[in-house]
């Protein structure tokens, strides 16, 4: 399996080249049963995650903002040694509807050059990322491709399940 993307300073022209194919490609899988596009990722996963080191890449530490329960972030303010208001005031903010609490700084304050200074104590949406090993991918396409445009893992993922499914942007 070709690994076709590694660095994620060079996604962003890879993307933008891809847009029609990508649209394409949305439109092709529409017609596939979603147990066969979740069995072929069962195989292409495993794959590609071994063949990319996110402490290389560390970007979606950089881009994105990751949820956080109560007990995650009465956690990081320890790891922080601040109080949790203080934690709350300087890191986090609320979604607007949802309620939902989330990290407010890009870089994140625990991201150390590629690297997650809390790995181990890191909060659960980060340990998840990048989803993409949920079953029936169709129905969260749209999150799927934001983080094909900032996650070596993805959009190798995506591109190699192109392949496997017979999908040729040439002939569509």
Request: with cysteine; proline share 5%.
């Amino acid at each position: 399996m070709k690994i076709l993307e590694k660095r994620p300073e060079n996604l962003h022209a890879l993307v933008t080249e891809k847009s029609a194919e990508n649209q394409s490609f949305r439109n092709f899988i529409h017609a596939l049963p979603s147990k066969q596009i979740d069995f072929t990722l069962d195989v292409i996963i495993p794959e590609v995650e071994k063949n990319i080191d996110c402490t290389q890449c560390g970007n979606c530490c950089r881009q994105l903002q990751p949820g956080l329960s109560e007990e995650e972030i009465s956690g990081l303010s320890s790891i922080k040694n601040i109080n949790v208001e203080d934690f709350k005031n300087q890191f986090t903010a609320r979604e607007k509807g949802t309620m939902i609490q989330y990290m407010t700084a890009r870089p994140c304050v625990f991201l150390n050059q590629n690297i997650c200074s809390i790995y181990e104590s890191r909060p659960h949406s980060c340990k998840d990322f990048p989803y993409i090993d949920e079953s029936r991918i169709k129905m969260y396409w749209k999150r799927v491709m934001e983080y094909y445009k900032i996650c070596p893992i993805v959009f190798n993922t995506i591109e190699l399940l192109k392949k496997e499914v017979g999908f040729n942007f040439y002939f569509t």
